[in-house]
Nanobody
């Protein structure tokens, strides 16, 4: 079992930046790939990005590529999502998720992940 807790969300102006954190429990954090997803009211959960178990590979949605950076510190059991040049359309509840390492084409599918955090709200004003 893995427990995930997101933090770092808030209200920012368009063009601003936020750094989200996801703290995980357990000693097996390094065996999980980690993903970030977001969900706005009335919309489906959307893939943001993912990172492999050792941080050697990262993957991003086209909508955020170039503005977001995922990193992880396995010694701290924490994964991060740095978001820059934020836009109003980035407003959503952001979730981190943990799952077994997988093929690059599978990182964007929510069903591939086994554990989810409670989410942290990001609101970008225009």
């Amino acid at each position: 079992q893995v427990q995930l807790v997101e933090s770092g969300g808030g209200l920012v102006q368009a063009g601003g930046s936020l750094r989200l954190s996801c703290a995980a429990s357990g000693r097996t954090f390094s065996t999980y790939a980690m993903g970030w997803f977001r969900q706005a009211p009335g919309k489906e959960r959307e893939f943001v990005g993912a990172i492999s178990t050792n941080g050697g590979s990262t993957y991003y949605a086209d909508s955020v590529n170039g503005r977001c950076t995922i990193s992880r510190d396995n010694a701290k059991n924490t994964v991060y999502l740095q978001m820059n040049s934020l836009k109003p359309e980035d407003t959503a509840l952001y979730y981190c998720a943990a799952g077994p390492d997988q093929l690059p084409g599978s990182y964007s599918y929510p069903d591939e992940y086994d554990y989810w955090g409670q989410g942290t709200q990001v609101t970008v004003s225009s």
